[in-house]
């Protein structure tokens, strides 16, 4: 009976303690969690009252003045005009020679015929003196024989000296047969390397009385010289036309 009397008496003295840290236990979760929001709050809402290191409070902005541009007149009120000046007369230095080529594959022909030149002059370009000539193309073609009829020739520029690129145009009438055909200088070998350009007609030798001209163009095939009219003839001596120009201004 002695024992169980010990027992009864220390129950209270657990169920005391027991409670006691219970409520220890409750208060501090309750810590935990006061701590915790307050933090929460803090982080989310930096200017709150309750934040002893509250962030600066920037000052309200400051609106710059609008800047307004007043054009301003360069010149003056009244413009008075700069007399004009007259040009006084200034010799005009005579031209010079402009040299002929020493070298044409034609010097030896004779000419046979006399160019018709058509419209006012004043382009850029005439034909070179002693051309239009007829000779046979057996020294230039003899590949094909008397089977052929055509035109050649150069174009020189101020110096003498041939232009290759110059665009050249024959036009006309070959018997009842239209003529139309463009060709560059250049383009062809079979006279020599110094700008050659050169136009096949028939396969056979044609006779023809200024029913044909050429003519040379620039880029815009706009004119740069006159139309040179020039006759054929139906024999194998004169089956090649050599028309050659020169620059005159």
């Known amino acids: 009976m002695d024992s169980f009397d010990y027992f009864d008496r220390e129950r209270p003295i657990h ?59 360069i010149l003056p009120p009244t413009w008075t005009p700069v007399p004009t000046l007259q040009p006084t007369d200034t010799p005009t230095p005579l031209p010079t020679g402009t040299p002929t080529p020493t070298e044409t594959p034609f010097s030896l022909f004779t000419p ?6 058509e419209g006012a002059r004043g382009m850029p370009f005439d034909v070179s003196p002693g051309t239009p000539v007829s000779t046979s193309s057996l020294a230039f073609h003899p590949e094909v024989s008397c089977d052929w009829m055509g035109i050649a020739g ?23 047969q239209p003529v139309s055909m463009l ?13 050659f350009y050169e136009f096949k007609l028939t396969d056979k030798p044609s006779a023809s009385n200024g029913s044909l001209w050429v003519q040379l163009l620039d880029q815009a095939g706009l004119a740069m010289s006159d139309k040179i009219f020039f006759d054929t003839f139906d024999s194998c001596e004169k089956n090649l036309i050599f028309v050659n120009f020169k620059q005159v201004r």
């Open 15 to 73: 169920r005391i303690m027991n409670f006691i840290w219970n409520a220890l236990t409750i208060v501090m979760l309750l810590g935990v969690m006061c701590v915790t929001g307050y933090f929460l709050l803090v982080f989310t809402t930096p200017d709150t009252p309750f934040n002893p290191l509250r962030p600066p409070t920037l000052p309200p902005p400051v609106s710059m003045p609008t800047f307004t541009s007043t054009p301003r007149s």
């Open 112 to 117: 046979t015929e006399t160019a018709t030149l």
């Open 154 to 176: 150069q174009v020189f520029d101020l110096s003498g000296a041939p232009i290759s690129g110059q665009q050249v145009r024959i036009g006309g009438f070959l018997g009842s």
């Open 183 to 195: 060709t560059l200088t250049g383009l062809t070998n079979a006279y020599g390397t110094a700008g």
